[in-house]
């Protein structure tokens, strides 16, 4: 039974592995996007955005200011702003912390690796006592129970229990690397970059298309508000 856990963890771990590489070449695929799509692009997008905003201002005169008079003319005065309440740690949340501190102390651990997990989940643990997060605290405290390393004993049942854990806590990261990915595939970004992908295996460069539309409307913008300058 231990073997077959162990080799259904190894198997997971790999998995895992390979999710954590989707997921940094989607975040390194969508900055490299980005970066070239607002070169190419979003450059242009502003220069067209403040060319219409003359134009606007061209046509419209002194309206923005005559707004402003009004609305200094009938706005009352604002109310005070409530000051910050302060932050106040309670017996419970003390009494909390040092349940957690007691059970993840780096110095309970028992190789390198788990003091390098017990470190993170302490670091975790003094900014939401900090905060006075109870919630936080508490939550750290029951994935620290149920956590593999949480099982004392070297006796074959207390192997199986961490393995049994082990596996659970590595389904729960994969899920979690599934919603990361989904995500990221469902931003606006993405379907652009989709979206041009599909677009050039067909042999079309949709971001070269829209380069030309900018600057023809770029240049018919520069010759209107030109026309209204001089006029």
């Known amino acids: 039974m231990l073997e077959g856990l162990c080799s259904h963890v190894t198997e997971l771990e790999a998995a895992l592995e390979e999710r954590g590489a989707a997921i940094d070449r989607v975040k390194s695929e969508l900055a490299a996007f980005q970066l070239k799509y607002r070169r190419d692009v979003g450059e242009l997008h502003e220069q ?12 419209l005169g002194e309206i923005d200011k005559r707004l402003e008079n009004e609305a200094a003319s009938s706005s009352a ?4 702003q409530p000051e910050a309440a302060a932050r106040y740690t309670s017996d419970a949340v003390r009494r909390l912390f040092r349940d957690v ?15 390098d997990r017990r470190h993170s989940l302490m670091i975790e643990a003094n900014r939401a006592y900090a905060l006075g997060d109870e919630e936080r605290l508490r939550s750290i405290l029951q994935a ?42 469902d931003t ?10 599909e677009a050039r295996k067909r042999g079309t460069d949709l971001v070269a ?9 770029i240049l018919a913008a520069r010759n ?4 209204m300058q001089s006029s």
């Open 144 to 185: 620290w129970e149920k956590s593999p390393e949480a099982v004392q004993g070297n006796d074959p049942e207390a192997a199986t229990q961490r393995l049994v854990r082990r596996i659970a806590e590595l389904e729960e990261q994969l899920a979690g690397c599934d919603d990361e990915l989904g995500a990221l595939k």
């Open 209 to 217: 298309d829209t380069v030309r539309r900018l600057r023809r409307d």
């Open 77 to 80: 005065p604002a109310d005070p």
């Open 188 to 197: 606006a970004l993405w379907k652009l970059k989709a979206m041009v992908d």
């Open 48 to 59: 067209l955005e403040e060319l219409e905003l003359a134009i606007a201002e061209a046509e």
């Open 224 to 227: 209107r508000l030109a026309a």
């Open 101 to 115: 501190a007691k059970a993840i102390h780096p110095d309970l651990a028992a190789d390198p690796l788990a003091r």
